[in-house]
């Protein structure tokens, strides 16, 4: 059983920086395409950024370009997701997703496994 759990999510300001893990066990992490969504209290969830399985390609949502970075270390089957320059509007829970067939899906519905959710919550 494929199980991801994410990390490193709480309560910061405004302008400053955090780093979300997600551990996935289970499974085999390398062959599987990783990604970062998140929901915001009333809205979908939504794309954030996503990593290939060698890391070879990546993706962000335009909303975070130039702010996140995407990372994995497939020796401690994990995922990162580091935040900087944090707005009240990146308030929201985040997911981590696992993907076994595509090199860099973008959608939720293309994710095989998902995490509980790391909330995020960024003050003014």
């Known amino acids: 059983q494929v199980q991801l759990g994410e990390s490193g999510g709480g309560l910061v300001q405004a302008g400053d920086s955090l780093r979300l893990s997600c551990v996935v066990s289970?499974?085999?992490?390398?062959?599987?395409?990783m990604g970062w969504f998140r929901q915001a209290p009333g809205k979908e969830r939504a794309f954030v950024a996503a990593?290939?399985?060698?890391?070879?390609?990546?993706r962000y949502a335009d909303f975070v370009e130039g702010r996140a970075t995407i990372s994995r270390d497939n020796a401690k089957d994990t995922v990162y997701l580091q935040m900087n320059s944090l707005k009240p509007e990146d308030t929201a829970v985040y997911y981590c997703?696992?993907?076994?067939?595509?090199?860099?899906?973008?959608?939720?519905?293309?994710?095989?496994?998902w995490g509980q959710g790391a909330q995020v919550t960024v003050s003014s």
């Open positions: 997703a696992a993907d076994r067939f595509r090199l860099i899906p973008t959608t939720s519905r293309e994710y095989d496994y």
């Open positions: 289970g499974g085999r992490f390398s062959s599987y395409a």
């Open positions: 990593i290939s399985r060698g890391s070879g390609a990546i």
